[in-house]
């Protein structure tokens, strides 16, 4: 056959993982959306996906456990949810997507009853990228999930807020969304060790490990505990198999504090807030949260103040209320650090500062 007439080969699901890895792009067919003020953002599919399709890489830094700890400490709790530890080859390692990149991948969220895509660490040029494969088949409009694994997430329990009536609001906008139970407790069943080998039709080339976390190291009730991963190794070129060992557990960071004595998954227990602020106004995305209320902010992009080092961002107002500022730079309670910035680094007061106010907490 001709070259030009040549019809190019469907790639492989796993090829394409690697590819828009490589180019660090998100694949058309995905869309992300702001749901409720619960939820935050979520992805969404726009196409149709089959079983075992590529869909999103969790794009960010891949860091070492230590860099992780280092980040956490200086973090803001709504950036370290962005934190995704995994074990790889052994080692302790995350990807920190706190920065919005505008990447889609940093904005699935957990579904632990009926997700529709499954986390899988693939290796690309040595180094491993986390990719979300579908499980089923998704239609247009389905949000895309994922198991976050064992854990107390807040979102799973199934208590219902009570709302005093003088303080109801009415917002005929978000009222169905709001209506979702807060959730504070969730049933986990016990870590068990095991390992499988499956074989998928499009995977068949690659051996797949399952492995959940050994008990004796996990406290199932506290941990974000592994389940359901898999493990595919390529380069660039080819398929290769790796069967030396397992990816043990993956998980957005649940507020942990990594040392030595807490095992890896023990929640913070009195972190405090170490970052001396420095804060600066700053264009803020239109779906990003507010680090205090943790709240909406406008529908468009809106100007808030952002932390230059940990990148947290608060509505003005938000930020007033805890912490000081003269219009320049602000500290927060517990810190050494040093702000050694220049003058030049700072964006004046202006009055367009905090043009969505209104839609504080
Ligand atoms: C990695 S972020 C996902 C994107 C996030 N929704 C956002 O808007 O930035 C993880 C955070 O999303 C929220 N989240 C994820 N899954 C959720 C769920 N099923 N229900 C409610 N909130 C969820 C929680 O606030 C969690 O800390």
Same mark, same amino acid.
């Given at each position: ?13 796993? &090829?394409? #993982?690697?590819?828009? =890895? ?8 995905? &869309? ?30 891949? @860091?070492?456990?230590? &860099? ?9 709790? #709504? ?33 632990? @009853? ?7 660490? @693939? ?45 109801? &609001? ?20 016990? =870590? ?58 993956? =998980? ?46 406008? #529908?468009?992009?809106? @100007? ?53 106010? =209104?839609?504080?907490?």
């Amino acid at each position: 056959m001709a070259e030009g007439v040549r019809r190019r080969r469907k790639l492989k699901p796993v &090829e394409e #993982a690697i590819q828009f =890895s490589l180019e660090q792009k998100d694949k058309n067919g995905l &869309e992300g959306r702001f749901i409720s003020h619960l939820k935050g953002r979520g992805v969404f599919s726009c196409t149709d996906f089959e079983k075992g399709d590529f869909l999103l890489e969790y794009r960010g830094d891949l @860091i070492s456990k230590e &860099e992780c700890e280092r980040r956490q400490r200086i973090y803001h709790d #709504a950036l370290k949810v962005f934190m995704f530890e995994f074990r790889y080859n052994g080692k302790l390692l995350c990807v920190d997507a706190a920065r919005d990149d505008g990447s889609l991948g940093r904005l699935v969220n957990d579904d632990h @009853i009926n997700p529709n895509s499954r986390m899988k660490t @693939i290796r690309v040029d040595g180094k491993p990228h986390l990719c979300l494969f579908a499980t089923r088949s998704i239609c247009p409009g389905e949000e895309i999930t994922y198991d976050y694994g064992d854990s107390e997430w807040p979102w799973r329990c199934t208590t219902l807020s009570v709302v005093e009536p003088s303080t109801l &609001e009415v917002n005929t906008l978000s009222q169905s969304e709001d209506t979702d139970v807060e959730k504070t407790l969730s049933v986990v069943e016990p =870590s068990t060790l095991e390992v499988n080998t499956l074989s998928e039709s499009e995977d068949t080339d690659v051996e797949k490990l399952k492995v959940v976390s050994d008990q004796s190291v996990l406290d199932s009730s506290i941990c974000a505990a592994s389940e359901g991963l898999e493990k595919v190794t390529l380069n660039k070129d080819q398929l290769l198999l790796d069967d030396q060992d397992c990816v043990e557990k993956m =998980s957005p960071v649940k507020e942990h504090v990594l040392n030595e004595e807490q095992s890896f998954c023990a929640p913070v227990e009195g972190v405090k807030e170490v970052c001396r602020h420095v804060v600066v106004t700053s264009a803020i995305s239109s779906m990003d949260k507010c680090a205090e209320c943790v709240g909406p902010v406008a #529908a468009l992009k809106w @100007i808030g103040l952002r932390c230059k080092l940990c990148s947290s961002f608060w509505h003005k107002s938000c930020y007033l209320k805890r912490h000081e500022w003269d219009g320049r730079r602000s500290s927060c309670e517990v810190s050494s650090e040093e702000d050694e910035l220049s003058d030049e680094d700072y964006i004046p007061q202006s009055e367009s500062d905090h043009q969505s106010d =209104s839609s504080d907490g």
